[in-house]
């Protein structure tokens, strides 16, 4: 008799064929209770000969854990969060584990809603994550009973957060830079309210000292492109290569420079920041770029969320993940 003769399976047809009591498969196949380890594997084999299935509710009262983890995000397009969501998932799902991704789009009325409805799922517990290291997480998260680790984002004092080091990725551009030869280096970045910029034009000045020139404005093409424009209205030397804040701000200064007959990487070498790679792929030449590592960063948050959920101690406070270069043809 196969599957379709007899809909789903139930552990009572699995305790039957193995000759034990329902609470006796039970505790085998969810190694509670005291079952010796012949009882254990008989009803682990004959479970998978019938293609039985547990279901994950009735295993979750038993063991008061749902085997599922919520990600709340304020990311609309998924930009930062899928890449770390699918780093969260290759760990979780190694342990049986579901993740459940919710968007926000940064409406607090939502980000209720989506939180009520995990906490209703009785996820064992949240990752949150957002577009800017310094964004104020929903105040809800910190009354939570279930663990909360925080990634891409900043929690309070004695949670766990993870972040890009933006020091340490500005340092291996510019030196990148350097090591090319190049001596004036400037910097053109996003909104100086962001602290991920700020930390990247402090490593910057460190590194190119007083001679440098840091702009801030908006994390777009246009501001790019108007910042060339800006720079080659003015008189004075002119720098050999620019380190962007980000990929679309690079983009925005690769087709200003083009526009004005400037040979990349040739007359100025560009760097960007993300390895946004439909961004960064497209520009011509292609983008040289660092990459903030974010599958990584949710490979360590499910790690983290894993082991406070199970129990386990962490040391709370920001830890910092190395980011890598990207060399491609603008530098």
């Known amino acids: 008799m196969n599957d379709s003769d007899h809909g789903r399976r139930t552990i009572r047809d699995v305790a039957k064929a193995a000759?034990?009591?329902?609470?006796?498969?039970?505790?085998?196949?969810?190694?509670?209770?005291?079952?010796?380890?012949?009882?254990?594997?008989?009803?682990?084999?004959?479970?998978?000969?019938?293609?039985?299935?547990p279901n994950a509710l009735a295993r979750g009262l038993l063991t008061k854990r749902s085997h599922a983890i919520g990600m709340l995000t304020n990311d609309t397009y998924g930009r930062l969060t899928l890449p770390m969501a699918a780093g969260v998932s290759e760990i979780l799902v190694d342990h049986g584990v579901s993740l459940f991704l919710c968007a926000t789009n940064n409406d607090p009325r939502l980000a209720k809603l989506h939180l009520d409805a995990l906490l209703d799922r009785q996820v064992d517990g949240i990752i949150f994550t957002a577009t800017r290291i310094d964004l104020e997480p929903p105040p809800e998260l910190v009354k939570l009973r279930i663990p909360v680790i925080y990634a891409?984002?900043?929690?309070?004092?004695?949670?766990?957060?993870?972040?890009?080091?933006?020091?340490?990725?500005?340092?291996?551009?510019?030196?990148?830079?350097?090591?090319l030869g190049r001596s004036r280096i400037m910097h053109i970045t996003g909104e100086q309210n962001y602290l991920a910029a700020r930390i990247r034009a402090d490593a910057y000045r460190e590194l190119v000292g007083s001679s440098g020139q840091v702009m801030f404005g908006d994390w777009s093409e246009e501001w790019g492109h108007s910042a060339i424009d800006e720079v080659y209205s003015k008189s004075g030397p002119k720098p050999d290569a620019i380190f962007c804040g980000s990929d679309e701000i690079a983009r925005g200064v690769i087709d200003a420079l083009r526009d004005r007959g400037i040979s990349i990487p040739n007359d100025v070498a560009v760097i960007g920041f993300d390895n946004w790679e439909v961004v960064s792929k497209q520009t011509r030449p292609p983008l040289t770029t660092i990459d903030m590592e974010l599958k990584e960063l949710g490979h360590r948050a499910g790690l983290a969320i894993l082991g406070l959920s199970r129990g386990e101690k962490l040391e709370p406070g920001v830890e910092r993940l190395p980011c890598g270069i990207v060399v491609r043809g603008s530098a």
């Open 19 to 53: 000759g034990v009591s329902i609470s006796t498969a039970s505790n085998a196949l969810n190694g509670t209770g005291r079952t010796n380890a012949e009882t254990r594997e008989k009803v682990k084999r004959i479970a998978d000969e019938l293609g039985f299935r």
């Open 152 to 179: 891409f984002a900043q929690g309070p004092a004695d949670s766990v957060s993870f972040h890009p080091d933006d020091a340490q990725g500005a340092r291996i551009a510019v030196q990148h830079l350097q090591t």
